[in-house]
Every structure is written in structure tokens, then in C-alpha cells.
């Protein structure tokens, strides 16, 4: 990390001057008050961090991810919308493609062996709306992340928190996505832990969790209008509505 300039911690929004330096170089200021702090959310953190960090980029899919896809292409599914759907229609919505030419699709254009993302808006549409309905806790913690980072960046979507390109999104924009991903890693960490142990390097998983839940709400009345800081708001609550019974965040 460097330290030029001054920001706030993604974990505990404490200001601090230590800089992500990686992501510095691609255009985007973050702040971790600590190293322990960066290392808490650090695996979900490394997907974005560096040249993925702005313009904002998923990376392509996993092996695990793309054979957990192609298993469910006629699965139906609940999308956030409300609407129902399976992978093959959202895929094939002209529907000219049969189901080899999906399948090979997704092999020779989403699929990647590195965690670098896709540039194109197009790839990274489908990179965010594929990862949604596979969630499962038989998963590797990469794959659930990166599921419920695309579930909730969907969710900040709908309530015109984000453009739809997320490789569009402003600075501000941007930093709330990161913001938002640092929370998610920590909520699946405490979930993991839940049956053992409660810490990490000394640091309380469960109270860095609300502690950054809050700090996204102090975050977004910080650099949002209001009537957006309302919309960003009830997005996260409604997507993360147990965080209510521990967290006194701001209406």
C-alpha cells in the first residue's frame, strides 16, 4: 500500500492515508486503515484489484463456474427482477442459437483461465447475469463471492445506484461496487465461521461486518444525492435484510 493522500478505510471507514497502490495504477483511489484490514476482504478484493478495478471488470469464468453453468442451462431460476427464466433463454434471447452453439459460447468467449476480466460490454453483461442463480455452499468461496457480488451489483442496478454497464460507472460509482464487494466477502466469512472460529488475525469477523455494512451507509449519504443515497439504501437492505437486526445504520 502507499500512502499518498487521504481516504477511508473499504473495511471500517476510518480515514487513513494507506492507498491501494494497485488499483492507484488503474485509475481508482482505495483505502485499507490497515493490512489486516486489506487481508480480511482480500479474497474477494484480489478479483477487482489492479486492472480490474476501474473501469470495473468481472473476470471470466472459472472451470468450476462454467461446468456449474452448462449443468443448469434449463434450470429455472428467480432473476432480481422478478421474472423467471433459465440460463439458455437469458443466453439465447433472439433465439436463433441452439444448444451447442451456447455451450460453445460460453466456452470460447466467457471462459478464461485467469482472473482477468473481459473489456467488452457485451462479455461483462453476461459475466455478472450468469453468476447469479448458482449458488450453492458445495462451491468453492471464489465461485459463491463472485455470485453474490453479481447478485447484489444487480440489486444496486435496479435502484439506479449503477448503470448497467458497470464499466461505466463514475469514480464514486465504482468506489461504492468495491465498497459493496469488501461487505459481501465479509458476510460470507462470517457465515463460514459461524460454527468455529470467530476471529481472524485477532480481528472479530462479525464486528468488521457491520462495522463496513455501516460504513457503506455513511459512504453513500457522504457522495450521493439524497434521493440516490435512499435508492442505494433500500437496495441493501433489501438484499441483506439480517444486517437490520445488528446494524443501527442511518434511514
Known amino acids: 500500500m502507499s500512502t499518498d493522500g487521504t481516504g477511508r478505510c473499504l473495511v ?97 468467449e466467457l471462459h478464461r483461465p485467469q482472473v482477468d476480466g473481459a473489456r467488452c460490454v457485451d462479455e461483462q453483461y453476461y459475466l455478472v447475469s450468469l453468476r447469479i442463480p448458482c449458488e450453492s455452499d458445495s462451491l468453492s468461496t471464489s465461485t459463491r463471492l463472485l455470485n453474490r457480488f453479481a447478485s447484489t451489483a444487480q440489486y444496486l442496478t435496479r435502484a439506479e445506484a449503477v448503470p448497467e454497464d458497470l464499466t461505466s460507472c463514475s469514480p464514486a460509482e465504482a468506489e461504492l461496487l468495491h465498497r459493496t464487494f469488501a461487505f459481501v466477502s465479509l458476510v460470507l466469512q462470517a457465515r463460514d465461521l459461524l460454527e468455529g472460529q470467530a476471529y481472524l488475525d485477532g480481528i472479530s469477523v462479525s464486528s468488521a461486518t457491520v462495522t463496513c455494512y455501516k460504513g457503506l451507509f455513511t459512504y453513500t449519504i457522504d457522495r450521493f444525492p439524497p434521493h440516490r443515497a435512499a435508492s442505494i439504501s433500500a437496495a441493501f437492505r433489501q438484499r441483506y435484510p439480517e444486517m437490520e437486526f445488528f446494524s443501527s445504520a442511518p434511514a
Open 12 to 108: 471500517c471507514y476510518a480515514e487513513t492515508k494507506n492507498r491501494c497502490s494497485r488499483c492507484g495504477e488503474a485509475g481508482i483511489d482505495l483505502f485499507f486503515c490497515s493490512p489486516e484490514h486489506q487481508k480480511l476482504v482480500w479474497p474477494g478484493h484480489r478479483f477487482f484489484c489492479g486492472p480490474n478495478a476501474f473501469p470495473l471488470c468481472f473476470p471470466f469464468l472459472s472451470d468450476e463456474e462454467l461446468e456449474l453453468i452448462i449443468k443448469n442451462l434449463h434450470t429455472r431460476y428467480l432473476k432480481v427482477g422478478g421474472q423467471t427464466s433459465t440460463l439458455y433463454e437469458s443466453l439465447n434471447e433472439e433465439g436463433r442459437l441452439s444448444i451447442q452453439d451456447v455451450k460453445s459460447m460460453l466456452r470460447n
